[in-house]
Nanobody, 124 residues
Framework: VQLQASGGGLVQAGGSLRLSCVASRRTVISNNGMGWFRQAPGKEREFVSAISWKGAGTLYADSVKGRFTISRDNAKNMVYLQMNSLKPEDTAIYYC?????????????????WGQGTLVTVSS
């Protein structure tokens, strides 16, 4: 399974970006939870958001709750992360990942496949 994340870039604080992630195998993305993680320079990878296989259940890190929205389109093999009211502390490489089960998780060990990441830089 290959995951391709895109949509990162440079944005000013308060701005918005929409990240996209496409998976190479439809059966995987439609039957599994999906997640977004991020890794800032010099820091460990951290959970951002997750969504269940049909999109009914979502999880968010406290730091992004109310600002970020995760969604998915199984027909298109896509998962999205809409990021609003961006802050400099959101600067990181963002990774999408395919869960091992139907539900998303906050724990990286619960994900089987990872994309290569897309860089988000928020200037103050």
């Amino acid at each position: 399974v290959q995951l391709q994340a895109s949509g990162g870039g440079l944005v000013q604080a308060g701005g918005s970006l929409r990240l996209s992630c496409v998976a190479s195998r439809r059966t995987v993305i439609s039957n599994n939870g999906m997640g977004w993680f991020r890794q800032a320079p010099g820091k460990e990878r951290e959970f951002v958001s997750a969504i269940s296989w049909k999109g009914a259940g979502t999880l968010y890190a406290d730091s992004v709750k109310g600002r970020f929205t995760i969604s998915r389109d199984n027909a298109k093999n896509m998962v999205y992360l809409q990021m609003n009211s961006l802050k400099p502390e959101d600067t990181a490489i963002y990774y999408c990942a395919v869960g091992r089960g139907n539900w998303g998780s906050r724990y990286a060990t619960m994900y089987a496949y990872w994309g290569q990441g897309t860089l988000v830089t928020v200037s103050s």
